[in-house]
């Protein structure tokens, strides 16, 4: 047998082996301490509900959990550190079965995993990687290919793969934001090596602010006035705050020359994109992500065996961890995606697009 397909089994093979193991040992430690209580209670951790796409994360979450007869105990960061530990703290006096956590700083959290396993009580990264810890499973998408199909994207719009561009990168402490920019690199590095793409200038957006995408962009119409053809942004959040410098620029004639990359398929960049403001976002289909994440904890909760076959490295050990797909999102196929598996509806999407100028809807 070729070496190399050799090796390849026996990863897939250790990876089953590795869920099995990790499932049986919750059940051990934590499973018959907490099996008398009736129903499951679930603590779940985010980073900020300040944006819609979190908003939406958690109203699917709670909805499929308490479905399953669980309850649900919801805390939200405002993205602060500290804060964030303490309410992990609080979830863990309250003596969850198991903690879902949306890492403001994929690092900092590291403690409330060892605070929590202190407790007994397993761990899912949800969307974002926990660095650094033992954290028990990762849930999320490929985020490398989405910065992939980000930077792909926009060589295929530029003529001759070749012009200049912006890009404004996400938060430095969210380890999504270093994987979409990774994937961004895989694709861009050989053409900017050729110098037939140029990044004329680049920056961290802090926190994910929308305002502080505005500003990287301002400072880049500061220096370079006009001279661009694109902005590639880590999320659509950050491509709106970009968008806004250059309506208050170039007014609307002037941002629909340019090519502008978001990703996170929210409503208001769903709206830009049928308007001509934006050119594109990557659709995550979060229901899929956040009713997933739900079976994933109640199981780990019932010390259910759960089987993962892919892992991440988050700098300490291999997580067993599960990664969902995604999709393009243009104009020409918003109607095959976010409308219809009814994440953003029609009408609101295309309110204010003149009727007769609206797609018809897929029946």
Known sequence: MNIRILLMLIS??????????????????????KSSKDKVLIGFSLDTLKEARWQKDRAIFVEAAEKLGAEVLVQAANSDDSRQIQDIE?????????????????RAMATAVEKAHQAGIPVIAYDRLIRDSEVDLYLSFDNVKVGEMQAQFLLDRLPGNRGKIIRVYGSKTDNNALLFKLGQ???????IARGTIQVLHEDWAENWKPENGKKITNAAITQYGNQFEAILAANDGTAGGAIQALLEEFEEKGVKEKIIIGQD????????IVAGLQTMTIYKP???LATKAAELAFRMAK???????QSVFNGKVEVPSILLEVQV???DNMIDTVVKDDFHKYEEIYRSIPEEQRPKRSR
Do not use: Y
Request: net charge neutral; proline share 3%.
């Open 265 to 272: 398929a929210e409503l208001v960049a769903c709206q830009r």
């Open 286 to 288: 979060l229901k899929h």
């Open 90 to 106: 609080a979830l863990i006096s309250s003596q969850v079965d198991v903690l879902v956590i949306v890492p403001h700083n994929g």
């Open 12 to 33: 897939f093979f250790l990876s089953i082996i590795t869920g099995f193991v990790i499932a049986r040992s919750q059940s051990d430690q934590s499973f018959d301490q």
């Open 329 to 331: 999102v243009t104009k």
């Open 185 to 191: 690199d895989n694709i861009l590095q050989p053409h």
């Open 303 to 309: 010390g259910k065996v759960i089987i993962a076959q």
